[in-house]
């Protein structure tokens, strides 16, 4: 049995490298984590920036929280939680398929379409590394090597198309 | 129409989420997520912002009914749900680490409802685990809290009957404390 992915090295590996590519490519991300939904950290990106276990442990209650209300709403599925101020907007994105919440803090450069589209093609990357995880556990033959890379059975590379960062919100 | 707002608080495990489902007439709102902690409570969910039901007494109170979090890296949520809230009702399961320990360190976190209102401790899973005694509790409350008047009761959360007890005993002591502190008209 694998143990809770915020002690899972192969999962830290994948949040690592994912975040990491992130940050590279969206300037305005001030800080990201990946969380499970329970409120602990998987990985984050910056230090300093913010109390990391508590911006974990606020996501997620913000990420139940919406969820309620859309199921109370009967509004479907969620797909995003947005919060937006002043000086720069958070958003969250549940990792399809598996139990972990991408949670980034962008300053005002950002603007909602080109992070939120940065980050459906994070989370994208993210559950189809931990998915073939899972797989390879169930002796399926993709594998996640401890640095997040993803090979197919003929060790061919699973990741996900790159968004081109200019998207609009739907 | 009085209205009230309780709050149910206490360690991951205690039944809280059990009690306001037990209590509540309407379809209790919940916010559960997987629990990656199975080794401190070994159940599939747990509760990561808050859940809610409500219960009508009798024509002139209705109940909200809010149940926090229970671990301590959610106390945000406490503070936040703390604003409106009159009375608490304290779970901890006898079946925990130190029982005694945690009503101890939750009094000293909610101890402004106190103040506000009232405090009534539930002692659950005391099938599981016959002591701490409801007298030990009481005696480690008088002695931590001396300025606290807080009654112990055991529990089943799955209990309606059970639940209505502590919490009509928690609204009773409420109203009065309301009542003594209305000024008197000459």
């Known amino acids: 049995m694998r143990p809770p992915a915020h002690r899972d090295p192969h999962i830290v590996g994948i949040a690592h490298t994912a975040l990491r590519d992130l940050a590279i490519r969206c300037e305005p991300m001030v800080y990201a984590a990946l969380i499970t939904d329970d409120g602990f950290e998987v990985a984050h990106t910056s230090e300093g920036v913010t109390q990391g276990d508590r911006f974990a442990s606020m996501s997620s209650s913000v990420q139940a929280l919406s969820e309620a209300v859309t199921r109370e709403l009967h509004l479907g599925s969620n797909r995003y939680v947005v919060i937006a101020s002043d000086d720069g907007h958070v958003i969250q994105l549940r990792v399809p398929g598996v139990q972990l919440v991408l949670a980034a803090m962008f300053d005002a450069r950002g603007t909602l379409g080109s992070t939120l589209s940065l980050m459906r093609s994070a989370v994208e990357l993210i559950g189809l590394a931990v998915r073939s995880v899972h797989d390879a556990d169930a002796g399926f033959a993709p594998s996640v090597q401890p640095g997040g890379m993803v090979t197919g059975p003929f060790g061919e590379s699973l990741r996900p198309e790159r968004a081109s960062g200019m998207a609009s919100v739907d | ?186």
């Open chain 2, 1 to 186: 129409m009085a209205e009230h707002v309780i709050l149910f608080a206490g360690p991951m495990g205690a039944g809280k989420t059990t009690a306001i489902s037990s209590l509540s007439e309407i379809e209790t709102v919940r916010t559960e997520a997987a629990n990656t902690e199975r080794d401190i409570a070994d159940k599939a969910t747990t509760t990561v912002a808050l859940d809610y039901g409500e219960i009508t007494l009798d024509l002139d109170d209705k109940v909200r009914l809010y149940g926090t979090p229970g671990q301590r890296r959610f106390d945000f949520m406490w503070t936040i749900l703390k604003e409106r809230a009159r009375g608490l009702i304290l779970l901890v399961n006898n079946d925990a680490h130190d029982p005694i320990a945690e009503v101890l360190a939750y009094l000293d976190d909610f101890a402004d409802l106190h103040e506000r209102g009232g405090i009534v401790v539930g002692v659950s899973r005391s099938d599981v685990a016959p002591g701490p005694s409801r007298a030990e509790y009481s005696a480690a409350i008088t002695a931590a809290r001396p300025d606290l008047v807080v009654p112990v009761y055991t529990v089943d959360p799955r209990d309606a009957d059970q639940m209505r007890t502590v919490l009509m005993t928690l609204i009773a002591g409420i109203e009065s404390r309301d009542a003594v502190m209305q000024p008197v008209r000459l």
